[in-house]
């Protein structure tokens, strides 16, 4: 590519060329790259410009079977659409069965390679290495990234070509392989959105919630096109369960849907097939709505969806009107910020203000009666929750003036306040979840409305004692803080909900988020997709950053350092400030500004 990687030598077939995206512009100025040296390690190569597209070279005639295989890891790396230029290093036979879309390994430098002892001399016709590295992630056939560790060392096989003398790889790796650094070069996350299913996920009187989807597209490689594809060929499989799709089945991005570009207006013509014109009117409105909602995470620039099957228009849909249809956790806004204050009384803040005389919330957990740990309050700001100050009692009262508190809705036998309740929270559909950490019963509890009779929710696979619980806003994902041999992790897991009315919730696809972290000790919901977390590594500090639900970091700001964090607090809509309970107390960092300390007090929440 334009700068020799790291220092490590190049050989000539495995130079690239750098063009504009723009005007295809040779750019001039590139490092000067040897024309001979042995196989090196490839190491990832630095984030480049949005703006700059990288095209890899085709093999020399003459190229060594050292070259062959750097330029064929180079070339993995480039912008090439359909990895052409790629293809050009295999045999023909080779070229037409690999399957670069069916996964990609992310390595935590790029790959190494070692030479196969019986291949070291080129006179004859075969020629092996071994490509070796640390694993970070995979990207699957879904586009959907998951965290990976251990050793990666996959044999590469060349042979020469018995009339041109040309070689050729004819066993290349399976799919892709690149380095950390090229990986975030070359791709980009994005949010496909689909609607939540299955009974109970949602309050009948309320819109459908919109549920994100994170996957993984290349970022200068048609994204748009990209995008929408994903989007119309359906849900990952950590979601598959729990959502639908607006989508009839066999539809799909028209022949001509690859160019897909806004209009001045910010309007976007989604050219389908003729299966997509079968859809009838509030199934093609799901669907622009399912567009836009997922356009909108891969750009500013669209405002308005119309969706088309040759001459026909479908169906025309504004971000207005697609709010009426689904419902994004992002797109709503708290009107306060709770918390306990030091009379242990539950009080509340204008959220995104800069008031910082906190007032008691209308009702009896705003009264004193009841000294109070934690608190949570539904997303309607109509209802909210209480942990006792020993942490045994759970309570449930209205926001209103007057009203009474009565007796707990679930107590805990817990021997100490480790062992007994975790804070509350509220799902979309008005359900209270929270855990009993009662090492002689240990249960995640689901209260129907917040009242009731307490049920406990399946959570096979779960490995480890459940220390905290947040429920994402699309009441289809929850969060978990999972403690096992003293390490506290972070998982994320799906929402099945019973068949029938009554049937206990179950909650499956647990998968750790933050498999770096030796210990979490807060977390909550900061986007669709994306939670804040207060973690530290294995011999490291405390420490405050983003992750997304499928373990990959998000392209966001890491918040200001703050020492002494023991409890945080985010709303979806990333217009709220972020707000923790530190040594400092109540504090809170408004966009582009440090932590301010607001007041005395603990337990911080939003809504949720």
């Not at 109070?372 to 309570?395: F, I, M, P, Q």
Request: net charge negative.
């Amino acid at each position: 590519m334009g700068a020799d990687r790291e220092g490590r030598r190049r050989t000539a077939p495995a130079r690239a060329a750098v063009f504009a995206a723009c005007g295809a512009v040779l750019l001039a100025g590139c490092a000067s790259m040897p024309d001979s040296g042995d196989l090196r390690d490839v190491a990832s190569t630095p984030r480049q410009d949005t703006q700059v597209r990288v095209f890899a070279m085709p093999p020399s005639k003459d190229a060594s079977a050292p070259d062959i295989v750097q330029g064929f890891l180079e070339a993995l790396t480039s912008d090439d659409p359909n990895y052409e230029t790629a293809r050009k290093y295999l045999t023909g036979k080779a070229a037409k069965s690999w399957r670069p879309e069916r996964s990609t390994t992310v390595l935590a430098d790029g790959p190494g390679t070692v030479v196969d002892p019986s291949g070291v001399r080129e006179e004859g016709s075969d020629y092996s290495v071994t490509l070796t590295g640390t694993r970070v992630a995979t990207v699957d056939a879904q586009q959907s990234y998951a965290p990976a560790e251990g050793d990666y060392r996959q044999p590469v096989h060349l042979t020469r070509d018995t009339e041109t003398g040309q070689w050729r790889i004819d066993a290349p790796p399976a799919g892709i392989v690149m380095g950390k650094s090229d990986f975030q070069r070359n791709y980009m996350s994005v949010n496909k959105y689909y609607l939540a299913s299955g009974s109970g996920a949602q309050d009948t009187t309320a819109r459908t919630a919109a549920v994100a989807d994170p996957v993984y597209v290349r970022r200068r490689v048609e994204p748009l096109a990209q995008t929408v594809r994903s989007l119309i060929d359906g849900p990952t499989s950590l979601l598959g369960s729990v959502v639908r799709s607006g989508f009839p089945r066999g539809a799909a991005l028209a022949k001509d849907g690859t160019a897909l570009t806004p209009d001045e207006h910010g309007k976007l013509t989604v050219p389908l097939n003729d299966k997509a014109a079968r859809a009838d009117e509030d199934s093609c409105e799901e669907m622009a709505t399912q567009l836009l909602f997922t356009l909108q995470s891969l750009t500013t620039a669209v405002d308005e969806v119309e969706l088309r099957s040759g001459d026909e228009q479908l169906c025309s849909l504004a971000e207005s009107q697609a709010e009426a249809v689904a419902a994004r956790g992002s797109a709503a806004h708290p009107d306060y910020l709770y918390f306990v204050d030091d009379e242990q009384r539950m009080v509340r803040l204008p959220a995104g203000g800069n008031a910082t005389a906190a007032e008691p919330v209308p009702g009896a957990l705003g009264e004193g009666g009841t000294a109070l740990r934690s608190v949570a309050v539904s997303r309607d700001e109509h209802t909210a929750a209480g942990v006792s100050l020993d942490a045994k009692s759970l309570y449930v009262g209205s926001l209103v003036s007057g009203g009474s508190l009565g007796e707990p809705v679930l107590v805990s036998e817990g021997a100490t306040e480790e062992e007994r309740l975790t804070p509350p929270s509220w799902d979309a559909a008005g359900d209270l979840w929270a855990a009993d950490r009662n090492p002689d019963d240990p249960r995640l509890l689901v209260l129907d409305k917040g009242a009731g009779e307490p049920v406990e929710v399946r959570t096979p696979g779960l490995d480890g004692q459940v220390q905290a619980v947040r429920v994402a806003a699309d009441g289809v994902r929850i969060a978990l803080i999972v403690e096992k041999d003293g390490d506290r992790s972070l998982f994320i897991g799906r929402i099945e909900r019973g068949a029938k009315a009554g049937d206990p919730p179950t909650v499956r696809g647990l998968r750790s988020a933050t498999p770096e972290l030796e210990e979490v000790t807060a977390m909550s919901w900061a986007g669709d997709s994306r939670l804040v977390v207060v973690g530290r590594e294995r011999g490291g500090v405390q420490q405050i950053g983003y992750v997304q639900v499928d373990g990959s970091a998000p392209e966001a700001s890491v918040p200001a350092a703050l020492t002494g964090v023991k409890d945080i607090a985010a709303a979806e809509d990333d217009r709220v400030p972020l707000v923790a309970y530190s040594e400092d107390g109540i504090v809170r960092l408004p966009s582009g500004m440090q932590w301010q300390k607001v007041t005395k007090g603990m337990a911080p929440v939003y809504p949720g």
